[in-house]
Nanobody, 125 residues
Framework: QVQLVESGGGLVKSGESLRLSCAASGRTLSGYVMAWFRQAPGKEREFVAA????????FAANSVKGRFTISRDNAKNTVYLQMDSLKPEDTAVYYC??????????????????WGQGTQVTVSS
């Protein structure tokens, strides 16, 4: 089992930045992919970004490329999502997720068995 706890959400204005954290426990993460998803009211949960823990390689959705950066701290067993140039359309509950690593990055939320409780990000115009 992998336990995930997110933090760092809040209310910011358009153009500002936030950094989300996801602290993981329960398993060694070297064989895992960690990801961030988000879900806005009335919409499906969508993939934001992922990182392969062992290699540090990353993959991000087109909608956030160049604005959001995913990273990890091995010593702290923590994944981060640095969000810059935030837009009102980034408003959502952001979730951290984990899955055992495969050959490819997976963007379907149903393929991730481990989830955090979510943290709210609200961007005002």
């Amino acid at each position: 089992q992998v336990q995930l706890v997110e933090s760092g959400g809040g209310l910011v204005k358009s153009g500002e930045s936030l950094r989300l954290s996801c602290a993981a426990s329960g398993r060694t993460l070297s064989g895992y992919v960690m990801a961030w998803f988000r879900q806005a009211p009335g919409k499906e949960r969508e993939f934001v970004a992922a990182i392969r823990w062992s290699a540090g390689t990353t993959f991000a959705a087109n909608s956030v490329k160049g604005r959001f950066t995913i990273s990890r701290d091995n010593a702290k067993n923590t994944v981060y999502l640095q969000m810059d140039s935030l837009k009102p359309e980034d408003t959502a509950v952001y979730y951290c997720a984990a899955q055992e690593a495969g050959l490819f990055f997976i963007i379907m939320s149903t393929q991730y068995p481990y989830w955090g409780q979510g943290t709210q990000v609200t961007v005002s115009s």
